[in-house]
């Protein structure tokens, strides 16, 4: 039976179009119109990443991405990022746009790849080779009278700071220290700068005044990036560095940079932790996120 649908790259005037794609999959993930346009119109760097879209009467109906994982220690480890529209799958779209991105992801090879997936799409996974690994939890936190909760202090020698009073090179240093230990599918190695670069300080959506630093001996030690999109954020990342771990620098900066995100007329936040990282979602709790969805990291061997 011949497709009614078609596949073509993105384009930079799809970002739209895109954006409500990944809403009506998944509502809780932030990224605004200018990241996805930015992504359509200059991949990051270093990860021999397409980006193409399945197209259904003049209409949106699925895309999909595929890279190689410079973050992962395995330079034959890749991951696909999949979409179809709710209205639209059991037609054959999710199929052939897995096809294309496994095609070029052999074809810059990679041997290994990952895949995130929502609970009822864990059988469309495993009957093309998938099998599910690790959970991944999303929360979300209602930030009406966020501000007037009760502060907590900084320790002493710890100074907070908004992201934009600091330097990138402090920024990066304090990544690259605080990520060795992620968990993942594979082992970590740090961001490469210029991917770094690209992903942080150029990323469209950084509120680098709600972004929050803790700075000790003028370092940092701990920080909460987040992204905003409208009156929604995410929490990109928070970290501390492994020499400063255990002393609630972590909820610090998160607090510190929900209340200056509320301030600024913020209404939702969202945030993604792996299950294995209990800390991290302990903080969370205690913030007052509440889980709203799950996904499944799903491997294959290309």
């Given at each position: ?82 979409h179809v529209h709710p209205d639209h799958r059991g037609r054959g779209v999710g199929t052939a746009l897995l096809a ?203």
């Amino acid at each position: 039976m011949t497709a009614d649908f078609s596949i073509r790259p993105a384009r930079p005037d799809d970002a739209a179009a895109a954006v409500a794609l990944r809403a009506s999959v998944y509502p809780y993930l932030v990224r605004g119109e200018a990241s996805t346009r930015r992504m359509f119109a200059s991949p990051p760097p270093g990860e021999e990443r397409i980006f193409l879209l399945a197209e259904r009467d003049g209409a949106i109906v699925g895309n999909v991405s595929a890279l190689r994982d410079v973050r992962s220690a395995d330079p034959a480890f890749g991951r696909i990022g999949l979409h179809v529209h709710p209205d639209h799958r059991g037609r054959g779209v999710g199929t052939a746009l897995l096809a294309e991105a496994v095609d070029h992801l052999r074809a810059v090879g990679v041997r290994r790849v990952a895949t995130w997936v929502r609970p009822e799409s864990v059988k469309f996974a495993g009957a093309h080779g998938f099998e599910k690994s690790r959970e991944m939890r999303f929360s979300a936190l209602d930030l009406t009278g966020f501000g007037d909760r009760t502060w907590v202090p900084a320790p002493p020698g710890i100074q907070l700071v908004r992201l934009r009073e600091v330097t990138e090179q402090a920024l990066y240093a304090a990544d690259v220290a605080a990520a060795t230990d992620e968990p993942g599918d594979t082992p970590p190695q740090p961001t490469p700068y210029p991917l770094w670069r690209y992903e942080t300080l150029e990323e469209p959506g950084l509120d680098r005044d709600a972004s929050t630093a803790a700075v000790a001996g003028g370092e940092i030690v701990s920080f909460s990036m987040v992204l905003r999109d409208g009156d929604r954020i995410w929490s990109d990342m928070t970290a501390t560095v492994p020499g400063h771990r255990g002393r609630g620098l972590a909820r610090l900066v998160k607090t510190a940079a929900l209340r200056r995100a509320a301030a600024s007329g913020v209404r939702t936040a969202y945030t993604s932790n792996d299950e294995e990282n209990a800390p991290m979602l302990a903080v969370n709790e205690r913030l007052g996120y509440r889980p709203v969805a799950s996904q499944f990291s799903c491997l294959a061997t290309l």
